[in-house]
Every structure is written in C-alpha cells, then in structure tokens.
Nanobody, 121 residues
Framework: QVQLVESGGGLVQAGGSLRLSCAAS????????MDWYRQAPGKQRELVAG???????NYADSVKGRFTISSDNAKNTVYLQMNTLRPEDTAVYYC???????????????WGQGTQVTVSS
C-alpha cells in the first residue's frame, strides 16, 4: 500500500533548472531517510542525493553546488532542486525512501516509478 510518486521531470536546456518532488503515501509509521537516484541509458543507477530524518544531507560529487535536496516531513515529501543542469544530468530519476510500517517493524526501501529528466545542449 505504500506508494512513492515522483513528479517534476521534463525537458530543459543546459543551464536551466528543474525541481523534482517525491510524495510517499500509505500506512507509513515513519520515514527514516529519502534519497534520489538516477539512471542513464547503459549506466548503473547512482545515488544523487540523500536526506535523513534529522535533516542531514549528502550529495554525489557531480552535483555538489548545483543540486539541493530538502524534505517536508509533514507531507512525507522530498524535493530535489536541480540548477545549472548539464546534458550529463539526463537520466531517469528515482525516489527511494526508507520506511517503517509500525513500531514493531524495521524499515525497508521503497521505490518510486521514476521521472525522466532530459537536458539538451
């Protein structure tokens, strides 16, 4: 019943910006962390940015200074603000959340369906 839905992808020119959103819904007890991954054709999925429940963040070296991850815990939503986009950022972006379904349960990862980001030169 837990679902993660990404939105905000699209086509943008190099140097432009996009903001991705990922909203989690369902019988969620708590979300311990939310992350953004991306996968370009022919390449492995890679971690782009992550944020913990307490607000700590981390970024891939390739996006540091350009991307910002943030969250709204009340809305079970994570955002990825992407600035100064480059053609190399073109990929399907996936949201992943470490979610617990109850006090007696541990957390596990849930994936969204992905949203396409295409950066033209």
């Amino acid at each position: 019943q837990v679902q993660l839905v990404e939105s905000g992808g699209g086509l943008v020119q190099a140097g432009g910006s996009l903001r991705l959103s990922c909203a989690a819904s369902g019988p969620i007890f708590s979300i311990n962390a939310m992350d953004w991954y991306r996968q370009a054709p022919g390449k492995q999925r890679e971690l782009v940015a992550g944020i913990t429940r307490s607000g700590g963040t981390n970024y891939a070296d390739s996006v540091k200074g350009r991307f910002t991850i943030s969250s709204d815990n009340a809305k079970n939503t994570v955002y990825l603000q992407m600035n100064t986009l480059r053609p190399e950022d073109t990929a399907v972006y996936y949201c992943n959340a470490q979610i617990s379904l109850g006090i007696i349960h541990g957390s596990r990862g849930y994936w969204g369906q992905g949203t396409q980001v295409t950066v033209s030169s």
